[in-house]
């Protein structure tokens, strides 16, 4: 038995791989390097479901279909008065997700690839007393998701951050949400089902909750002189460094480094946040640093969320949607998880070790 199944080999995939020594991430033949800031988010997705359904999805088909479907799902928005809306973002998006009916085709497919990017900004926007934006049919997918957000016309600058954001966390191995996702979908319980327990098993801080923190550990270090003694004090109290460590990387998460070239490019196009660029450097040198003295035999390297948290942020997405923003990139990948398991697969249901009381037998 392992604890947290270490290393255990759950299921054969097409989808991609994670190399933790390496630090290589192979997305359906192709390294990451090959794909963020080159391919958008609707040309990653005709890659990673070119074998889910009976229809083959170029990435034009793609564009124009998961366009209908924000439409589709933007008139499933609640009034702004909606109890619902007052869940936190992340699980007032989950809750609305569940409105849909369940199914295994492409149509039930499309929806919840659209479902985050919809529900996200206009949650957002309705919490804080603001109209929701529709969508417009004219863009991108990740254009059309900060234009919903900020009710603006979008840069190309922004929505290539953002495209290179979705494809970077659109599908990593077997971690717990796509792992969770498969599991339903192994008992053939329909798509639905499969990304709403991917997506609560995201949440949590230790899986895709972890941004948020990270920049609530920024505002409290504050300065990059304070980064050494905050972070020194946060490790003597026992706590974990929101933004470090990884099950299966012992080397820098090359996730990190695809979202940290986005935010340089970002910068490079405007006053994107040049100063809590720079704490954040200081504030990841000092980690690092600290980490490996403390930790000698267990190598803690930058994970994908640190640098997620500056470029959300930048891009304008407030801390508590973090999670969901996340979901709009993973949920491809619970996609294609889902329906390579009902394709291939069978029903999971591992053993256990049962280590309770055995009743007493009568005499
Ligand atoms: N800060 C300080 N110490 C850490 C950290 C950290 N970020 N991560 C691991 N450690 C320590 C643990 O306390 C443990 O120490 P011990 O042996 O003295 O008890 C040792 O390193 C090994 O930790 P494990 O819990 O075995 O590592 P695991 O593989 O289970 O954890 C995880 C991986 C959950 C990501 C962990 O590194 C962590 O909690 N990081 C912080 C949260 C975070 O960044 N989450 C996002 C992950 S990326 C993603 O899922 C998309």
Known sequence: MKNGLDDVVATETMLSDVDGLGGILIIRGHSLDELAGIVTYEE????LLADAFEDKLDAGTLRREISLARQDVFRALPDAGAPL???????????????????????TALRLIAAPAVFTPAVIRLKQGKAAVA?????????????????????AG????????????????????????????STHAGLVSS?????????????????????????AIGT?????????????????LMGFGHRIYRVRDPRADALMQALRRLAGSGDHGAGRFKLAESVEAAALRILARRKPDRPLKTNVEFYTALLLETLGFPRESFTSVFAMGRVGGWIAHAR????????????????????????
């Open 340 to 363: 390579e398991q009902t394709q291939h697969g069978r029903l999971i249901r591992p053993q256990s070790r049962y280590t309770g009381p055995r009743p007493i037998k009568a005499a």
């Open 224 to 240: 990059p002189e304070n980064a050494e003694s905050w972070l020194e004090k946060a490790l003597d109290n026992g706590e974990r």
């Open 195 to 219: 990304v709403l327990a991917a997506f609560g098993a995201l949440k949590g801080p230790l899986h895709g909750g972890a941004p948020g923190p990270v920049l609530d550990m920024l505002d």
């Open 158 to 185: 922004e929505a290539a951050a953002l495209d290179t954001y979705l494809v970077t966390v659109s599908d990593h191995g077997m971690n717990a949400s796509t792992f969770a996702a498969r599991v339903v979908a």
């Open 85 to 107: 809306l007052r869940l936190p973002v992340t699980d007032a998006v989950r809750a609305l997700t569940a409105q849909f009916e369940d199914g295994d085709d492409l149509a």
């Open 135 to 155: 969508p417009d049919p004219a863009l991108g997918h990740a254009a059309d998701i900060l234009h919903m957000l900020h009710d603006r016309s979008i840069s």
């Open 44 to 47: 990653l997705l005709a890659l």
